[in-house]
C-alpha cells in the first residue's frame, strides 16, 4: 500500500520560513518525479513544485513562489521536502505532496498524492 505523509506544517508569521516534508513508502520512490500542490480556502489546487531529478532538469515552480521556495529530496530517505522562506499571508493553504512516474504540473497527473498539511501565515 502506498502513503504520503506530510508534515511540518504550522501556523507563522510572514516573513518567517518552515520546511515540510513528505514521506513517501510502497513504491520505488527514486522511479518517481515529486510535487508539492496547495489549496487556499475558497481556491483551486495548484501547482508549487515539482522535481525534475530524473530527467536530469531543474526544479520547476509556480511564478508566484520562484525564489522563495525549493524543493528537494532524500531518495535514501525516501522524502521529498519543500522549503519555504519570505512567508506572506497568502500562502497560507494546505500542503500536499503527489508522486508520479510522469513529470507533469497537473494534480490529476501523479499516480499518488498526500492527505496535506496546513500552513497558516499571519500578517
Known amino acids: 500500500q502506498v502513503h504520503l505523509v506530510e508534515s511540518g506544517g504550522g501556523l507563522v508569521q510572514a516573513g518567517g520560513s518552515l520546511r515540510l516534508s513528505c514521506v513517501v513508502s510502497?513504491?520505488?520512490?527514486?522511479?518517481?518525479?515529486t510535487s508539492w500542490f496547495r489549496q487556499a480556502p475558497g481556491k483551486a489546487r495548484e501547482f508549487v513544485a515539482g522535481?525534475?531529478?530524473?530527467?536530469?532538469?531543474?526544479?520547476n515552480y509556480a511564478d508566484s513562489v520562484k525564489g522563495r521556495f525549493t524543493i528537494s529530496r532524500d531518495n535514501s530517505k525516501s522524502t521529498v521536502y519543500l522549503e519555504m522562506n519570505i512567508l506572506k499571508p497568502e500562502d497560507t493553504a494546505v500542503y500536499y505532496c503527489?508522486?508520479?512516474?510522469?513529470?507533469?504540473?497537473?494534480?490529476?497527473?501523479?499516480?499518488?498524492w498526500g492527505q496535506g498539511t496546513q500552513v497558516t501565515v499571519s500578517s
Open positions: 503527489a508522486a508520479g512516474r510522469s513529470w507533469t504540473t497537473s494534480w490529476a497527473g501523479h499516480d499518488y
Open positions: 510502497g513504491i520505488t520512490f527514486s522511479r518517481y518525479y
Open positions: 522535481d525534475s531529478w530524473r530527467s536530469g532538469g531543474s526544479p
